[in-house]
């Protein structure tokens, strides 16, 4: 606008001069025709008159040529002043854009640069590279700060604000685009160089509570465990192992055999440590003392760890106490040593001692009935063992599950950028959790042959696309895209557990893949289907690519961060595919990338056959607002967390704890309500779908259900079938329950 306003003035002066030339030139006209008229000799009466018109002429000419000056001199003024301000305006400007933190730079409506602040050129200086002129265009900016260096690496995707860049000088910028009124180009870069830290600090603490878990779970196994290299040196150990063989509190790890044991006993092990060492596993008993010099009878199997070669790279060595077992086992074997003493004895003795022979069978009557005690508790211990696994699944689970309702509820809150960003890293370190408490129970469970597959035709479409709707927003949080090919096929396994092989598949991929993409995908094969997950990640050694599968194995190419995974991901893959008879292959190249592939027959659906009311699809967000749910869980904490959650979709939610909690609240067989969502498990022996069928049965038209659970059985899982109710696995799913409500509303 001041520079619009200057050159109007300009040309209003320029116009002025022209004027006041003009009339200087009449002016001067007039007065040689008034001096030079005397000439012609007119009449005095005419030449006096002549001489008065032009002398008024001159007069009003010389008025108005004053008036014209003056207005010069007062737009001069105003020119002047308004330079002044716009000379302060633009110092100002240049003092504004100096005092921001970010690096600015403007371009104009052809993106051509116009200015920039110091922070930007310090960016160029510090890299020793010109800092570009003003013209530059964006374009050559750009390639200009890729060729020379400045950036060293850049990260984008479609959902981000901006592009984020690591400069040479080691910090993180992001750049924010703005458009101007005149069709110009602000760009900001911010530096964010703590707030990548400090991800890069919770990552850290993530990985170093993963480790604390798995330590917390092998220290809790009643036997002595350990791993036992090559060069025969301890090279892991949990706590009860340290306890007995540390001596004066020294760890063994990293100790050789023959320093952790004493000359003579190590000559006792050799022969099985030799066996084990040439690919034999081995179990024996030996007696030792512990370091209290307390005698005990120890039942040890050495396993060798066979790499793909063939080679012994180590073996696992598992120690049970079994004193209390060999010493039941020496006094049977003594009673029946005494018993046939005695048999004999009583044999040889006169027929009058029938009485003393009644009560030897008496006793040998004793001894057999305990050894029958003894095979039930051991039957008893071993089902005591699935019994564990469920309770973990569920105890574990139930506070875990609380914890994800109200931080799906607080996500959608608004606090501030502070507090979001904190929920969102206490969300992040849940599902770490989560996967970590996952993986070992189906690991525990698969080894114990809990699960069960329910094999059934279904069509990949849904599957698929829930998959792919999971990943890609952990893959965009990683900085890499996620492609997907959709597939209608219909196949013939199990749905949940074909989706966990899949799930392992991209969570591997994720996790080892630095930058690039993925894709998910199928492949037609015959009369099978190939479901494939491809990578751009650093490859796997072909040597390898059979001990990925095995448990605890992770191969990490050199250089690469660490990561807080089990190595247990494929291990579960391994399991599952054996168990429902798929192939599993994997192929790869050494810093081209990687495709795991899963091959599973096709199917064919029954006309009469309904789609799975378990098999939950996205459907599209419909309003909550007003859907009256009832939740009946024994967690006061999971009720709470799951009211603040589905309030927070402005549904009308009443909670209760059984069956007479909720009577007491409201007239079950007059009140309406849209959905039931009860806990499986609950207090008294009680369970869900006991609790639902006495709510239904109270009134005139039953109420949908949802039956929630942490357990994973097969049988369970058809029986919720056949009664028509949906179900849905612990830890629940925010995304997943939505999709259900909207389900419910949508019939």
């Not at 092990?269 to 060492?277: A, D, H, N, T, Y």
């Not at 459907?619 to 009211?643: H, P, T, Y």
């Not at 612990?730 to 389900?743: A, D, G, M």
């Amino acid at each position: 606008m001041l520079l619009c306003d200057e050159t109007s003035k300009d040309k209003r002066i320029a116009e002025l001069e022209v004027e006041n030339q003009r009339l200087r030139r009449i002016r001067d006209a007039l007065i040689v025709r008034v001096e030079s008229g005397s000439a012609h000799k007119p009449e005095p009466y005419a030449a006096f008159e002549h001489s008065v018109i032009l002398a008024e002429q001159v007069r009003e000419r010389t008025e108005a040529l004053n008036q014209a000056m003056e207005e010069l001199k007062a737009s001069n003024k105003a020119l002047i002043r308004a330079r002044q301000e716009a000379e302060t305006s633009r110092q100002r400007l240049n003092d504004a854009i100096e005092s921001i933190a970010d690096g600015f730079v403007l371009f104009d409506r052809n993106h051509r640069l116009i200015q920039t602040n110091s922070r930007f050129r310090s960016y160029w200086r510090h890299a020793s590279v010109p800092v570009p002129r003003a013209g530059t265009s964006i374009d050559d900016v750009k390639a200009l700060a890729v060729s020379s260096g400045l950036i060293v690496e850049e990260h984008s995707h479609e959902e981000a604000e901006g592009a984020v860049f690591l400069l040479s000088n080691g910090r993180w910028v992001q750049m924010t685009e703005r458009s101007t009124r005149e069709g110009g180009l602000v760009v900001l870069y911010s530096d964010i160089t703590d707030v990548k830290n400090s991800e890069m600090a919770r990552r850290i603490k993530a990985l170093e509570e993963s480790e604390r878990w798995i330590r917390v779970v092998t220290d809790h196994v009643p036997a002595l465990i350990a791993y036992v290299g090559a060069d025969l040196t301890v090279q892991f150990c949990n706590r009860v192992y340290q306890a007995w063989y540390g001596h004066q509190g020294e760890s063994p790890l990293g100790k050789r055999l023959d320093e952790v044991h004493t000359p003579e006993f190590y000559q006792r092990l050799l022969p099985q440590v030799l066996e084990v060492m040439d690919g034999h596993s081995v179990t024996f008993e030996f007696d030792e003392k512990g370091g209290r010099g307390e005698q005990r009878y120890m039942l040890r199997s050495y396993v060798p760890n066979v790499d793909e070669t063939g080679a012994v790279t180590g073996f696992f060595v598992l120690i049970r106490d079994i004193t209390d077992r060999r010493k039941t086992a020496l006094a049977l074997e003594q009673a029946y040593d005494n018993l046939e003493r005695r048999v004999r004895e009583r044999t040889a003795a006169l027929t009058g001692l029938n009485d003393q022979l009644r009560q030897e069978i008496a006793e040998r009557a004793a001894v057999e009935a305990r050894l029958r005690e003894a095979k039930l508790e051991a039957e008893k211990a071993n089902l005591s063992k699935t019994k564990f696994l469920a309770a973990v699944s569920h105890d574990l689970l139930q506070p875990l599950n609380a914890a994800r309702l109200f931080t799906s509820a607080l996500q959608e809150q608004s606090f501030g950028p502070k507090a979001e960003s904190l929920v969102r890293s206490v969300s992040v370190s849940l599902d770490d959790v989560e996967n970590l408490l996952g993986t070992l129970v189906d690991i525990s469970k698969l080894d114990a042959g809990v699960i069960k597959p329910d094999v059934m035709a279904f069509d990949l479409r849904d599957l698929l696309n829930n998959i792919a709707r999971e990943f890609r927003q952990m893959a965009l949080a990683e900085g890499l895209r996620l492609d997907f090919v959709p597939s209608s096929a219909v196949v013939h396994s199990d749905p949940q557990l074909l989706a966990r092989i899949l799930r392992n598949f991209l969570t591997n991929a994720i996790r080892y893949t630095g930058q690039g993409r993925i894709l998910l995908g199928c492949r037609r094969q015959g009369d099978h289907i190939l479901l494939q997950v491809w990578d751009t990640g650093p490859g796997i050694p072909e040597d390898k690519l059979t001990e990925i599968f095995q448990e605890f194995k992770r191969i990490r190419p050199s250089g690469s961060p660490t990561d807080k995974g089990l190595g247990l991901g494929l291990a579960i893959v391994d399991k599952i595919s054996r168990m429902l008879g798929h192939e599993v292959f994997v192929s790869s190249l050494e810093g081209k990338g990687s495709v795991f592939s899963v091959r599973v027959p096709l199917g064919h659906l029954k006309p009469e056959t309904p789609l799975a009311r378990d098999s939950l699809c996205a459907e599209v967000d419909r309003n909550l607002s007003g859907v009256r749910v009832w939740v009946i869980d024994n967690d006061q904490a999971i009720c709470k967390g799951m009211k603040t959650l589905l309030e927070g979709w402005d549904c009308r939610v009443v909670t209760a704890v059984s069956v007479a909690d909720l009577d007491a609240r409201l007239d079950i067989a007059e009140a309406p309500v849209d959905l039931i969502l009860a806990d499986y498990h609950l207090d008294n022996d009680e369970n869900g779908v006991d609790a639902v069928a006495e709510i239904n049965g109270r009134r005139s038209q039953p109420a949908p259900v949802l039956m929630i659970t942490a357990n994973y059985t097969s049988e369970l899982k058809q029986h919720i079938r056949e009664l028509g109710y949906l179900l849905m696995n612990k830890p629940v799913k925010p995304l997943k329950l939505r999709s259900v409500l909207n389900h419910v509303v949508r019939d």
